[in-house]
């Protein structure tokens, strides 16, 4: 069971505004992308981040050989819970990650 | 109709390569456009009504846009002047750009467009039921509208539209969506809406849809079918997989995108290499909306921070530094209590442990021992005073709390003296929301001035 970062070309989060987080997943061709959309357990993502599974949005987008996966913010930016105002660690956490 | 906008880069103060500029004056655009906001990086800049980017790197930045403005012929225009677009920031660009005039010896026609709110005015229209909630909105009522230090709505192409209107050379806007100032002049003139709003999203953030996405300088040049995406930067080139994967950036949803009075759709865009560094895209579409709206943006106080840090070299204490930790909460908030007669509602501490978890909290996955943790206290306060008063409390055991009655007093590493850093207001945005307007400049305040 690789790391998903070892997969994928680049694994990348951010804000998409204050309430909003997106990571996008760069698999870089056409067979690094199907084993991403194959092995890549959204479940197994939801458990990872400690969020209900129904708060992910994933687009697969064939195209562009991207895995795209956005949540409401667990702590809206900037608040005192807040640990990250950018939205950057989320990244490194998912591409660590072990997919199937 | 061919309109040509040029995008010096994503925001002002990012910086921008002049001579990629001048290329892009060399073509005659019709427009620059600028964005000079952003919520990224927090609340403390609305909440305080400030810019993020130095006067002087604005400044440069932004006479080097009169320049070129001046040489094009064409107007200038600038969404969210001063990172948060409140009147403030609005007057302080405003400012910076009389007196750039000046040591150039220009003078200007200028269009000032506020999107700052009352927060009682707003309050009244959420009681009217005309603000409603976006997804992932928090909860509010009119008190806590009310509580805002700063509320700003943001205006889409028809507010810049009527800026432009004015004949002005230079806009300068309020808080905008990051697109209508690049959209609004090929909406005026009757360019394909969805290709409008799609190109102005794909130029928003400059050279970023191209491969040199440092280099800043773009130009979309819009027509009655679509547009195309040309990057001006020497070695900077466009491919359909570097522009379509911009829709991705900063975006929850990469096919969507709302704006005031609609949204565009980009499910069935279609991209196309021109050459080897510009792109064609058609196929965008604009769905207008049966009411107009416009977002707000609003916030407010949440306390008075202190923050406090000592470093841990010990490995004894590296090991255990969740217990010593957790210790340290316990014995410190009883001494809060007992000391300063407050409440444990009164104030939250937190010890945040650099080295180990301290961006992600409860959901890091790896565990390894670090050669040293900072442990960084955070104090959230009613008062400033209260909250350094919390932090000298916190102080001794920070320097010297023993994991074990038994053991010799330990001292720890302080980087600072007084250990105690005052933060300010702490602030928090509190709407994500948008306000009902049967007018589209009903909230939003339009001005002329001769500079």
């Known amino acids: 069971m690789p790391e998903l970062g070892a997969v994928a070309q680049k694994v990348r989060s951010k804000n998409a505004g204050p309430f909003w987080l997106t990571l996008d997943i760069f698999c870089g061709d056409a067979a690094a992308y199907a084993r991403v959309i194959n092995g890549l357990d959204t479940a197994r993502v939801a458990a990872l981040f400690n969020v209900p599974l129904q708060n992910l949005r994933r687009f697969d987008i064939a ?34 990650m072990q997919i199937d | 109709m061919v309109t040509r906008v040029l995008i010096p880069s994503g925001a002002l103060g990012l910086g921008y390569d002049a001579e990629a500029l001048a290329r892009g004056v060399a073509m005659g655009p019709d427009l620059i456009a600028i964005d000079g906001g952003s919520t990224d990086s927090g609340p403390s800049y609305l909440g305080r009504g400030q810019s993020k980017y130095a006067r002087a790197s604005t400044k440069a930045e932004w006479k080097g846009l009169l320049v070129a403005r001046a040489a094009a012929n064409c107007p200038l225009v600038i969404g969210t002047a001063g990172t948060c677009g409140t009147d403030s920031t609005v007057d302080w660009l405003l400012d910076i750009t009389r007196e750039c005039l000046g040591e150039l010896g220009q003078s200007a026609k200028i269009a000032v467009l506020r999107s700052e709110q009352r927060p009682a005015e707003i309050a009244a229209a959420y009681d009217a039921g005309r603000v409603a909630p976006l997804s992932a909105a928090p909860e509010i009522d009119a008190a806590l509208i009310s509580s805002c230090t700063h509320i700003v709505a943001l205006a889409g192409a028809e507010q810049i539209a009527a800026a432009l209107e004015t004949g002005a050379d230079i806009v300068i806007a309020g808080r905008a969506t990051d697109t209508a100032p690049i959209a ?12 409008a709003w799609h190109g102005a999203k794909i130029g928003e953030c400059g050279a970023l849809c191209a491969t040199n996405p440092q280099s800043g300088v773009i130009m979309i040049a819009f027509d009655d079918r679509g547009f195309t995406v040309i990057p001006l930067a020497d070695g900077a080139a466009c491919t359909p997989h570097t522009v379509s994967a911009h829709m991705l ?134 008062t400033q005073e209260r909250a350094n008063e919390i932090g000298k409390l916190l102080n001794p055991f920070l320097l010297h709390h023993p994991l074990t009655r038994e053991e010799e007093q330990p001292t720890f590493a302080f980087p600072f003296s007084p250990a105690e850093i005052d933060r300010g207001a702490a602030y928090e945005f509190c709407l994500n929301h948008v306000l009902v307007l049967d007018d589209p400049m009903a909230a939003f305040a339009l001005e002329v001035v001769d500079a």
């Open chain 1, 63 to 96: 195209d562009l050989h991207v895995v795209k996966i956005s949540l409401p913010r667990p702590a809206v930016q900037g608040v005192a819970a807040d640990r990250d105002m950018h939205g950057a660690g989320w990244a490194p956490l998912l591409a660590e």
């Open chain 2, 184 to 195: 609004a002049l090929p909406l005026m003139r009757g360019d394909h809406a969805g290709g």
């Open chain 2, 249 to 382: 950036y900063e975006n929850a949803d990469p096919f969507i995108l709302h704006e005031p009075g609609g949204h565009l759709d980009v499910t069935g865009a279609r991209y196309d290499a021109v050459d080897a560094r510009v792109v064609r895209v058609e196929g965008s579409v604009w769905v207008p909306s049966d009411r107009y709206t416009v977002k707000l943006e609003g916030a407010r106080v949440a306390g008075y921070q202190t923050i406090l840090m000592a470093t841990i070299r010990d490995r004894r204490y590296v090991e255990a530094v969740d217990q010593w930790c957790a210790d340290i909460l316990r014995r410190h908030s009883a001494r809060v209590v007992e000391r300063m007669g407050l409440t444990p509602d009164d104030f939250t501490v937190e010890l945040r442990v650099i080295g180990k978890d301290a961006t992600l909290g409860p959901i890091e996955a790896r565990h390894v021992t670090p050669v040293e943790v900072g442990v960084m206290g955070i104090i959230t306060a009613t």
